[in-house]
């Protein structure tokens, strides 16, 4: 190849010699044109990095012989599952290789092909939660550790959710939801507002499953791309429990009926089926506005009531079989009302604050 220097001279360049890209954010990237296919390396700080990047990328021959990522992933996904004993986690585990690993273009690059910027481009390629992006970002960087990829791209920060409960006065949108809804969806409503039971456990749910005054919580329905699998399991070991039961769950929950809870019968009903109802529902009331409002907004609120009425955060907690530190943090948002009754609580209103702390206002000024 011939190319032109400064001088105007004629400089020939050896066959496979690449060509220096300087990129706006001043890194250079080593780029060579092979076989009718152009080969660009990592960027770097610098031309003779850019070069050493691009053979550690395209000229290792032990490379050539390394399986792609989706290969080394099943192996390192059995590890972790051995060393879990959470059902859930190592369901989880199993649809982060599929959905998040093999289905992405990452799967198919050879471990020592893998750079920053490919990291990056998965990580933006993620939707969800920043809770869920974070969590996957994790064990990404663990499978990458695992067969020998370091990177430095950091995990995404946690922005928080706008997932929340019911304020009080969306709350009086209780009864008109259930007035719209069907009664499989008025039966749901019912059990996730008196119990705080989730969704997959709701459509799990059999009148058989009624001992005394309350449930025994035994299984959950999952759905994945269609098919329905009603497991006889829970999430956690913590969710497999007997909880108490107000009356009105009582009344449509038990025998003499028998079947499911929700539809009476041996046939479940789904949980995408029954989120489209209740949506279709929550048309023309103030819930229909609350952020990913669904059953488990109802589940939020149920864990709320119950601090608001003063239950104790522990007894909140296994009420809702869950852990009291995630109550308090995912499932509970302070209010301005509730802000407000706190301070009038401890100091009461302004006369009396103003007869126990004389000065105050003069001192604040």
Request: hydrophobic fraction near 35%; charged fraction near 30%.
């Amino acid at each position: 190849m011939i190319t032109m220097s400064g001088s105007g001279q004629k400089k020939s360049r050896a066959k496979g010699e690449g060509t220096y890209e300087k990129l706006p954010s001043g890194k250079y990237r080593y780029i060579v044109k092979k076989n009718h296919q152009t080969l660009k390396g990592p960027a770097e700080k610098s031309k003779t990095l850019a070069k050493e990047a691009w053979k550690t990328k395209f000229a290792n021959p032990v490379a050539k012989n390394q399986p792609s990522l989706s290969t080394s992933a099943k192996t390192w996904a059995e590890i972790k599952k051995a060393e879990s004993k959470s059902p859930a986690t190592k369901e989880q585990i199993d649809l982060f290789i599929k959905n998040k690993v093999e289905e992405d273009p990452i799967g198919a690059l050879r471990p020592a092909d893998i750079n920053d910027e490919d990291v990056l481009g998965w990580q933006l390629r993620q939707k969800g939660a920043s809770s869920t992006k974070r969590r996957n970002f994790s064990r990404l960087k663990a499978l990458l550790a695992y067969v020998g990829v370091q990177t430095k791209v950091s995990r995404p920060p946690d922005t928080g959710h706008a997932r929340r409960p019911l304020s009080p006065k969306e709350r009086d949108d209780i009864s008109i939801l259930m007035a719209q809804a069907d009664e499989p969806t008025r039966r749901a409503i019912i059990i996730a507002f008196g119990t705080g039971l989730s969704r997959s456990e709701i459509c799990a749910l059999k009148h058989e499953d009624r001992d005394g005054d309350g449930l025994w919580i035994r299984r959950r329905a999952i759905q994945t791309k269609g098919r329905l699998d009603v497991e006889p399991e829970t999430k956690t070991a913590r969710r497999r429990a007997w909880i108490p039961i107000p009356k009105h769950v009582r009344d449509i929950v038990g025998p003499p009926a028998s079947g499911f809870a929700l539809t009476d019968s041996k046939d479940p009903i789904t949980p995408h089926a029954l989120t489209k109802r209740l949506r279709k529902a929550m048309i023309g009331t103030q819930i229909e506005k609350v952020p990913y409002a669904g059953l488990h907004t109802l589940r939020r609120t149920y864990g709320m009531i119950l601090l608001e009425k003063g239950v104790e955060v522990v007894t909140a907690a296994e009420l809702m079989r869950h852990d009291p530190t995630m109550l308090l943090k995912e499932y509970t948002r302070s209010r301005m009302d509730l802000k407000t009754a706190a301070i009038n609580m401890v100091f009461g209103d302004d006369s009396e604050s103003e007869r126990t702390h004389p000065g105050t206002h003069e001192a604040a000024v």
